[in-house]
């Protein structure tokens, strides 16, 4: 069975920098896994912030940035803010018309 | 803009059915795939169904397949999730989410919450 990895918790100092990951259980992800990320506050729908693994989504600003480190897709935040305080996640096309979603990272700012 | 509005959750008992809408408006639904995820309480998103522009390829979650069914009616700009035989670990928010054309979820409804209890 196919798991998406992802850091459970991460905190980050206001104007600091982090980087989130997006791992698979077994092998590798990389760019054909069109990774995109996603960011959710309490109560409120998902935005998206990146898709194909390093393009910004309209309106997202530039200190969100997309990347592949290693064997895993990553999300960096730069110059972080309090309201970056969210929940990420990440999904990975598998193909056959698959999508696995990552168990999500909850980011504190502080 | 792209609008996506959800409705027709509720309570359902265990091994009921329930029938979710996605009204869309803003873009021109007939050339976009469409995606259901769904959140429990508490938990992370969960990839559900997605169903090409045309409807005539659909895919799901091995957690959903054989009781969840895809559907739309693009003359109406409508999604559709048929949810039987539910289950308790069913209980959760669905939101439609609109494909894009770099296989991500471009747009995002508020959703529509589905509690499975007797």
């Known amino acids: 069975q196919t798991v998406v990895t992802q850091e459970p918790s991460f905190s980050v100092s206001p104007g600091g920098t982090v980087t989130l990951t997006c791992g698979l259980n077994s092998g590798s992800v990389s760019t054909s896994y069109y990774p995109s990320w996603y960011q959710q506050t309490p109560g409120q729908a998902p935005r998206t912030l990146i898709y194909?693994?390093?393009t910004r989504s309209s309106g997202v600003p530039d200190r969100f940035s997309g990347s592949i480190l290693g064997n895993k897709a990553a999300l960096t935040i730069t110059g972080a803010q309090a309201d970056d305080e969210s929940d990420y996640y990440c999904?990975?096309?598998?193909?056959?018309?698959?999508?696995?979603f990552g168990g999500g990272t909850k980011l504190t700012v502080l | 803009q792209v609008q996506l509005v959800e409705s027709g959750g509720g309570v359902a008992q265990p091994g009921g059915s329930l029938r979710l809408s996605c009204a869309a408006s803003?873009?021109?639904?007939?050339?976009?795939?469409m995606h259901w995820v769904r959140q429990a309480p508490g938990k992370g998103l969960e990839w559900v169904a997605f169903?090409?522009?045309?409807?005539?390829?659909?895919y799901y979650a091995d957690s959903v397949k054989g009781r969840f069914t895809i559907s739309r009616d693009n003359s109406k700009n409508t999604l559709y999730l048929q949810m039987n035989s539910l289950r308790p670990e069913d209980t959760a928010v669905y939101y439609c989410?609109?494909?894009?054309?770099?296989?991500?979820?471009?747009?995002w409804g508020q959703g529509t919450l589905v509690t499975v209890s007797s």
């Open positions: 194909s693994t390093n």
């Open positions: 999904v990975l096309y598998m193909g056959s018309g698959i999508w696995v």
């Open positions: 169903t090409r522009y045309d409807g005539n390829n659909k």
């Open positions: 803003g873009f021109t639904f007939s050339n976009s795939g």
């Open positions: 989410a609109k494909g894009g054309g770099q296989l991500e979820l471009t747009n």
